[in-house]
């Protein structure tokens, strides 16, 4: 490590350092209710109890389900027909106006919608997470398919590959990067939906549902530690499962040095 | 479509291909008709669809109304101004919000650049905040600012900021390093160095955050109203018809959200996307 890094690590720190303890001191201060601000040692045990209590885990739990029904569900159906549309022509014309037309809906604009015709519950944040999540990964892979060098395809099928050998061999590893760039965003977007579908479309678990509960009854702490536990699923699978997908894949094939999403 | 345009077409789609919509050239050679004949089938085929499952009356009217009874009822909310009070306040909530993430996320983002004690400082704090989504601070938000606008405005600003600050911050940063000694040797100034040289360097990036903080904005407005309370909005006019079971009235306001949506896309998004493009080439 060099000096320059240990010098920006013990900034970065420092001003960890400094904003929790003004933020301390402002909830300290009593110039707001501690309902509205709780010193931080109230908010770890919050999050330290209700994890331990099992509630936290519940709740994750409940929100990991519905964000990975959700996204499979996108990436069952994006996948193929994006798949589809960019190697069949009247596909492509049949399905891009649509998703031109319904990608700039937001995905929480269909919440009302969906509870009247699904009723509260799993189905309809499930459906949510899946309209948010289905058009990143639509897009990417058409455009990744379309995206194949025609000179590779030509090379295949010059050198004997069949239909079946051209789609495995080819298409799809040469679409990987956009296609690796859609799952990446698509469940970005289901994130962001599944929290705000469970808030609108509350059921009696997830993450989502339970902050906006605490609102209710002025739990900030409950709200706070929830936060974190989202702001922690969020930042791991980002880094630990996309990025290990990506070095497995497109770094090791070669195919990007840097496929950021 | 030269191979030089696809290869930053290709390039540039990685980054985000889907605030990017550029249907492809779909048949330039054919007349303008037999282009929306073409890009119009598939509504018709899905408004028909939409029409057979709504007569036949397999669904209560009230929860599946026909096409016909959503044209009437936006016609109807049209002409007596709801929608456009509904659709307006929306639209003025976005732009205040925007305004303000633009504001302090360019400033923000490009200090973040220049400064490496500023970039110390505040890169902990922005990576921080940027993997939670945005939604989920709405009831804090709530409970700090109370319902209502004000709520609704910070949340977005706060929320859109993080792709802007992010952009800004990458793009003075890819500001060649021989652009800024070239300039000093040639006598530039901080100014002069910042006017010439590292804004026009890292305007395509800026512009990027820019068009993905509006998109943002754009994604999470709706369910802020829906959230926050507030008397006017898209958001809230959706969320306020589900009490009285008025489907209609929910469809006819996610046409309007489609249209604005759709407009921002047209208008907004993709001549941003065009200039960076064309006038930097690629943008990474």
């Given at each position: 490590?060099?000096?320059?890094?240990?010098?920006?690590?013990?900034?970065?720190?420092?001003?960890?350092?400094?904003?929790?303890?003004?933020?301390?001191?402002?909830?300290?201060?009593?110039?707001?209710a501690?309902?509205?601000?709780?010193?931080?040692?109230?908010?770890?045990?919050a999050?330290?109890?209700?994890?331990?209590?099992?509630?936290?885990?519940?709740?994750?739990?409940?929100?990991l389900?519905?964000?990975?029904?959700?996204?499979?569900?996108?990436?069952?159906?994006?996948?193929?027909?994006?798949?589809?549309?960019?190697?069949?022509?009247?596909?492509?014309?049949?399905?891009?106006?649509?998703?031109?037309?319904?990608?700039?809906?937001?995905?929480?604009?269909?919440?009302?919608?969906?509870i009247?015709?699904?009723?509260?519950?799993?189905?309809?944040?499930?459906?949510?997470v899946?309209?948010?999540?289905l058009?990143?990964m639509?897009l990417?892979?058409?455009?990744?398919?379309?995206?194949?060098?025609?000179i590779?395809?030509?090379?295949?099928?010059?050198?004997?590959?069949?239909?079946?050998?051209?789609?495995?061999?080819v298409?799809?590893?040469?679409?990987?990067?956009?296609?690796i760039?859609?799952?990446?965003?698509?469940?970005?977007?289901s994130?962001?939906?599944?929290?705000?579908?469970?808030?609108?479309?509350?059921s009696?678990?997830g993450?989502?549902w339970?902050?906006?509960?605490?609102?209710?009854?002025?739990?900030?702490?409950?709200?706070l530690?929830?936060?974190?536990?989202?702001?922690?699923?969020?930042?791991?699978?980002?880094?630990?499962?996309?990025?290990?997908?990506?070095?497995?894949?497109?770094?090791?094939?070669?195919?990007?040095?840097?496929?950021?999403g | 479509?030269?191979?030089?345009?696809k290869?930053?077409?290709?390039?540039?789609?990685?980054?985000?291909?889907?605030?990017?919509?550029?249907?492809?050239?779909?048949?330039?050679?054919?007349?303008l008709?037999?282009r929306a004949?073409?890009?119009?089938?598939?509504?018709?085929?899905?408004?028909?669809?939409?029409?057979?499952?709504?007569?036949?009356?397999?669904?209560?009217?009230q929860?599946f109304?026909?096409?016909?009874?959503?044209?009437?009822?936006?016609?109807?909310?049209t002409?007596?101004?709801?929608?456009?009070?509904?659709?307006?306040d929306?639209?003025?909530?976005?732009?205040?919000?925007f305004?303000?993430?633009?504001?302090?996320?360019?400033?923000?983002?490009?200090?973040?650049?220049?400064?490496?004690?500023?970039?110390?400082?505040?890169?902990?704090?922005?990576?921080?905040?940027?993997?939670?989504?945005?939604?989920?601070?709405?009831?804090?938000?709530?409970?700090?600012?109370g319902?209502?606008?004000?709520?609704?405005v910070?949340?977005?600003?706060?929320?859109?900021?993080?792709?802007i600050?992010?952009?800004?911050?990458?793009?003075?940063?890819?500001?060649?390093?021989?652009?800024?000694?070239?300039?000093?040797?040639?006598?530039?100034?901080?100014?002069?160095?910042?006017?010439?040289?590292?804004?026009?360097?890292?305007l395509?990036?800026?512009?990027?955050?820019l068009?993905?903080?509006?998109?943002?904005?754009?994604?999470?407005?709706v369910?802020?109203?829906?959230?926050?309370a507030?008397?006017?909005?898209?958001g809230?006019?959706?969320?306020?018809?589900?009490?009285?079971?008025?489907t209609?009235?929910?469809?006819?306001?996610?046409?309007?959200?489609?249209?604005?949506?759709?407009?921002?896309?047209?208008?907004?998004?993709?001549?941003?996307?065009?200039?960076?493009?064309?006038?930097w080439?690629?943008?990474?």
């Amino acid at each position: 490590m060099t000096a320059d890094r240990i010098r920006s690590l013990r900034r970065g720190v420092l001003t960890l350092l400094a904003v929790a303890a003004a933020y301390e001191a402002s909830a300290r201060s009593g110039y707001f209710a501690p309902a509205l601000m709780p010193p931080l040692g109230i908010v770890a045990q919050a999050l330290f109890s209700s994890i331990l209590d099992g509630s936290m885990l519940h709740h994750a739990a409940a929100t990991l389900y519905r964000v990975v029904s959700g996204f499979g569900l996108a990436v069952a159906v994006g996948l193929p027909l994006g798949v589809a549309m960019g190697r069949f022509r009247p596909v492509e014309r049949f399905v891009l106006p649509l998703s031109s037309a319904l990608m700039p809906i937001p995905s929480l604009a269909w919440v009302p919608v969906f509870i009247l015709w699904f009723g509260l519950g799993n189905t309809v944040t499930i459906l949510i997470v899946f309209y948010a999540a289905l058009f990143p990964m639509l897009l990417n892979t058409w455009t990744g398919v379309r995206s194949v060098n025609p000179i590779w395809l030509r090379a295949a099928g010059a050198m004997g590959a069949d239909e079946h050998a051209l789609f495995w061999k080819v298409i799809i590893p040469g679409a990987s990067p956009f296609i690796i760039a859609g799952l990446r965003q698509s469940f970005l977007r289901s994130w962001i939906a599944v929290i705000g579908a469970e808030m609108l479309a509350g059921s009696d678990w997830g993450l989502g549902w339970v902050i906006f509960d605490a609102k209710e009854f002025l739990d900030t702490d409950v709200m706070l530690a929830s936060l974190v536990v989202i702001g922690c699923i969020g930042f791991f699978t980002e880094r630990l499962v996309f990025g290990s997908i990506e070095r497995a894949t497109i770094y090791r094939w070669g195919m990007a040095h840097s496929a950021k999403g | 479509m030269s191979s030089d345009e696809k290869a930053h077409y290709a390039e540039h789609a990685m980054h985000d291909v889907v605030d990017h919509l550029a249907p492809p050239q779909l048949g330039v050679d054919a007349g303008l008709f037999r282009r929306a004949a073409r890009n119009g089938l598939p509504f018709v085929v899905v408004g028909a669809l939409w029409e057979a499952v709504a007569h036949l009356g397999l669904f209560p009217a009230q929860f599946f109304p026909s096409l016909e009874t959503v044209a009437a009822t936006f016609v109807r909310l049209t002409l007596n101004g709801v929608l456009p009070h509904h659709a307006l306040d929306t639209l003025v909530r976005l732009t205040a919000g925007f305004a303000l993430a633009a504001l302090a996320g360019v400033a923000i983002g490009i200090v973040m650049g220049r400064s490496r004690l500023a970039e110390d400082i505040l890169l902990p704090l922005v990576s921080i905040g940027a993997p939670i989504p945005g939604l989920a601070y709405a009831p804090l938000f709530l409970l700090w600012f109370g319902p209502g606008d004000v709520s609704a405005v910070v949340l977005v600003a706060f929320v859109s900021a993080f792709p802007i600050i992010y952009n800004c911050w990458t793009g003075v940063k890819a500001v060649k390093e021989i652009w800024l000694r070239a300039a000093q040797a040639m006598g530039a100034d901080d100014r002069r160095l910042f006017s010439h040289v590292i804004m026009p360097g890292a305007l395509p990036y800026i512009l990027t955050g820019l068009r993905l903080g509006l998109a943002q904005a754009w994604r999470i407005l709706v369910a802020v109203e829906m959230l926050a309370a507030v008397p006017w909005g898209l958001g809230w006019l959706i969320f306020g018809a589900q009490e009285f079971l008025n489907t209609d009235v929910m469809l006819a306001g996610i046409a309007v959200i489609a249209v604005i949506g759709l407009a921002l896309e047209k208008l907004v998004f993709q001549p941003l996307e065009e200039f960076t493009v064309v006038r930097w080439g690629m943008m990474s």
